[in-house]
């Protein structure tokens, strides 16, 4: 058995932890290129979402490599997500790949979470099934706090480029880790290494919020690598969703039947009063937040297409206005261009720019 | 003179006006229904939603400005969010309340009820029962007043199951002579019957012969059994009435073609028709047609599509 699994973000690495501490022999997706976006959107409907027109992609160039077991999520919807996998596996079908899918749901559709991961961890113990679930909490917190770091140093880095240098290694030590033990001295080694990267510490950065759906804002490759961009243009980008935000909410929250992230409900509250299946609800209450914590702008992003987002959209320019924090909106797909997308962050980084000087000048009066 | 409910004439209209109505009614409410869709309707929907939403979105914003202009006192925008239990319907529905109030300027309070019986029925009656309260009606003609709508809509939707569209009883059309060949039009009912954004689609195939049969004409029994094959339940109540009606009505056999209508840029239906298209393709015994609508659909090449269609089949029955 060869196990594969689709990209996003730094889950890969995660995902790939976990499925090799659980004994299986894994065969990671080759890193995503055009060839991969390529492929994916020839053999997706036309209409279907970006991300999952990139997992066929990833999907199909595992199969080709040799695998014969796809990992993916699931979910109760109202988000299309919920519903990839079916699709997927009959498009992969009609293809004629010979293979087996294997759809971990979210445990309060039919609580068999666990039982999935003990069967994919047949080799292992319980107790040691634990030990790798308990490392792989410990890898995605580990994995977020140095992301989330790199954002903060980017802006500030002498030389530019030293950040995205740094931070690449830095995630090398967490990836092999074995052991929650482990993980915490990679994460010890990670923090050292982004915090060897000299910066400016007194520089004035600008403070740019990140929303959108959660893939999106995850996998780099989808959204143009817009941190490392703004962040390289002297930005500091700080991002709304993380993974293990996602589980507890999804996997602990919900199971036991608790309401998760009510700071961000409670936000949205005067704008939207209710969830719309996705990120939808996050992104109209973290663009509030955003505004309240004094942040110069907020960016959003969402794949074309996305119903849930589209929500957000039609609510985000009233917040935007009552608010008084610029929102720019990115809607990507396989036919985002990066020059166009470039040019239309520069004129809204100008646009902040200008707002700031404006303030700051207008404030001794 | 009693208030005035302005009831958009679209999206879930199609569903369940007749419910809608006769709750207000009992409630002592004029109904004002918007116009029927016109090309200035849509323009004017087209130009307060932002650039992604789908067309009947569009189009519902655009019927909300025309009730806004006819003054009402009311708009009902319900939170729709799931008819049954365990399914949702499509993220619009379940943020309805707040689009219309962002995207379009001016607009009378909003009677946005909360309807969600994905986990159970009584909190959702509840908040019917208040909203009828807001009424002035007591506690027990408020329940009387759900009492009729609930009979209103079943009288409709028997109707539907007898073979009528949702235009032929609105405008209590007698049913016409049965076509000769029998053709499923699968889609959401609010793309299928707007005259106007459909081009009069169910019609005119109507008009080249054919018995058109929709998901609103089967039995709940009927739509399950179709999804019985699946893998995975879908969670979406339209999604699940489109692909049981299809792989229903293809394993029974009686039907000569299916034509798919589905809004650009639909998210559900981008999964569910490429899983119905899929099987279809596998079958090869029933040619399938897909039509896109969105506001830049010429009429001419829908029909000219239709005509192709509809000339295919019958050439396929000749021989």
New interface residues.
Partial sequence: MKVTYPHMGLISIAFHGLLRDLGLDVLPPPPITKKTINLGVLHS?????FPLKVNMGNFIESLELGADTIVMA?G?????F??????Q???LT?LGYKFKMI?LEPPQERGILLEKIKELGAKRSWPGILQTLQTTWRRIKALDEIHAQSLRIRPREIVKGSTSKAYEKALIPIAEARTPREVSQGLRMAREILGGVPIDAGKKVLRIGFVGEIYMLLEPYANLEVERLLGEMGVEVERSVYMSHWIKDHLLYKSLGLAGNKPTKKAAAP????????H?WESVGDTVRFAKRGFDGVIHVLP?????E??A???L??VSREQGIPVISF?LDEQSGEAGFQTRLEAFLDLLEQRKKRKSFLAPL | MGVRVGIPRALLYYHYYPGWEAFFRALGAEVVLSDETTKAILDRGVRDAVDEACLPVKLYLGHLANLRDKGVDYIFVPRIVSVERKRYLCPKFLGLPEIARFCVPGLPELLDVEINVYERYHKSKRSLEELASRFGSSKQAGKLALQEAKVAQKAYEDKLRQGYTPQDVFSGKERKENGRIKVAVLGHAYNLNDPYTSMGLLEKLREMGAEIITTEMLLPEEIKRGNDFLNKEIFWTFGKELLGAAFHLLDEGNIQGIVLVVSFGCGPDSLICELVERIYRREKTVPLLMLTLDEHTGQAGVVTRLEAFMDMLRWREAI
Avoid: N, W
Wanted: overall charge negative; charged content about 15%.
């Fill in positions: 409907p036309e209409f279907a979402c699931g109760s919807g109202p988000c299309r919920g519903y990839y996998a079916e699709v596996r009959e498009i009609d759809v704008y939207l009063k209710h969830f719309v299946g996705g939808g074309f297409t996305c119903t849930p589209i929500v959209q039609s609510i320019p009233t809607s």
